[in-house]
């Protein structure tokens, strides 16, 4: 499986300010994936970061809230914008790899203030 | 909608204990189904995959878990826990038409020694 890293793996934040969300893949990948691990729950779906065009949002996901940027093939990044207390929370990148399946990053751990 | 759901949000267990974790999935038509495991303090790991064949599947550290189509479900299972398991353990679908995950809520697993 590729490796996959996260910066920065964890941050405080003032609300109303945004912090971006780097993932690094170290092999060419189509598909990469945001999720959000909210605290004592489960994964949920951000969005899908498509190469060459705007990302894909989930139901309750918006570009101006979370804008997604992917430059290339091996490298994605999550902008959490404006941020609130309630955006408290793990976000996590994932690439499709080989036979249909996820590998996940380790996190951004965000305590928003 | 899609959903996954496991019904056992937190297992205790002593060491050599038999485990099985259960998975519902909602959806009628073919499903990729997965097992992903989070150790204390490290990232999301794949355990195992189901997309066809032979129903039981067998992953890493000995895990084995069964489709069964008529019960629409994907249990986890490992004949003898190790204190090393104690984990958060999540299901997830992933429909034969996209690449998105649909995780459950998760499982909490503590072993004792």
């Known amino acids: 499986s590729a490796v996959i890293s996260q910066k920065p793996s964890r941050d405080i934040c003032q609300r109303g300010t945004s912090l971006t969300i780097q993932c690094q893949v170290d092999s060419q990948v189509t598909m990469m994936f945001w999720y959000r691990q909210q605290p004592g729950q489960s994964l949920t779906l951000i969005a899908t970061?498509?190469?060459?065009?705007?990302?894909?949002?989930e139901s309750g996901f918006v570009i101006d809230k979370f804008p997604i940027s992917r430059p290339n093939l091996t490298f994605s990044t999550l902008t959490v914008s404006n941020m609130s207390p309630e955006d408290s929370s793990i976000y996590l990148c994932s690439a499709l790899l080989g036979e249909e399946t996820q590998y996940f990053g380790p996190g951004t751990r965000l305590l928003v203030l | 909608a899609q959903s996954v759901s496991q019904h056992n949000h937190h297992v205790i267990l002593s060491e050599a204990a038999s485990l099985e974790l259960g998975c519902n999935y909602s959806?009628?038509?073919?499903?990729?189904l997965f097992w992903y495991v989070q150790y204390p303090g490290q990232h999301l790991q794949l355990l195992l995959k189901?997309?066809?064949?032979?129903?039981l599947v067998k992953g890493i550290k000995g895990f084995e878990a069964e489709f069964i189509k008529s019960k629409f479900s994907f249990n986890l299972r490992k004949p003898s826990v190790q204190w090393s398991d104690t984990a958060e353990y999540f299901c997830a679908a992933q429909t034969y038409n996209t690449d998105k995950l649909i995780f459950g809520t998760g499982t909490r697993l503590q072993v004792f020694p």
């Open positions: 970061a498509n190469q060459g065009s705007e990302a894909t949002y």
């Open positions: 189901y997309f066809s064949g032979d129903p």
């Open positions: 959806y009628g038509g073919t499903v990729n």
